[in-house]
Nanobody, 127 residues
Framework: QVQLVESGGGLVQAGGSLRLSCAASGRTFSMYAMGWFRQAPGKEREFVAA????????YYADAVKGRFTASRDSAKSTVYLQLNSLKREDTAVYYC????????????????????WGQGTQVAVSS
């Protein structure tokens, strides 16, 4: 079992920044990847970013590429998502997720590839 707790959401003006954190506990040694997803009201959940736990390689949705940055602190079993140049359309509940299964190939963007999910943190961007 892996437990995930997100934090760092809030209300910010367009153009502003936030940093989301996701602290993992439990069987963190079994993680292959951690991802960030978001869900806006009335919309389906969508992939935002992911990071390979061992290689540190990162992956981003086109909508956030160049504005968001995923990183991790392995000593703290924590992943971060730096959100810069925020837009109103970034308003959503952001979820982190952990993958403990081995996939070949791994897309990183499929929700089905993740086994554990956090409770979500709200990001609201005002104009």
């Amino acid at each position: 079992q892996v437990q995930l707790v997100e934090s760092g959401g809030g209300l910010v003006q367009a153009g502003g920044s936030l940093r989301l954190s996701c602290a993992a506990s439990g069987r963190t040694f079994s993680m292959y990847a951690m991802g960030w997803f978001r869900q806006a009201p009335g919309k389906e959940r969508e992939f935002v970013a992911a990071i390979n736990w061992s290689s540190h390689n990162t992956y981003y949705a086109d909508a956030v590429k160049g504005r968001f940055t995923a990183s991790r602190d392995s000593a703290k079993s924590t992943v971060y998502l730096q959100l810069n140049s925020l837009k109103r359309e970034d308003t959503a509940v952001y979820y982190c997720a952990a993958s403990v299964k081995y996939y070949v190939p791994r897309t990183y963007s499929g929700g089905y590839e993740y086994d554990y999910w956090g409770q979500g943190t709200q990001v609201a961007v005002s104009s």
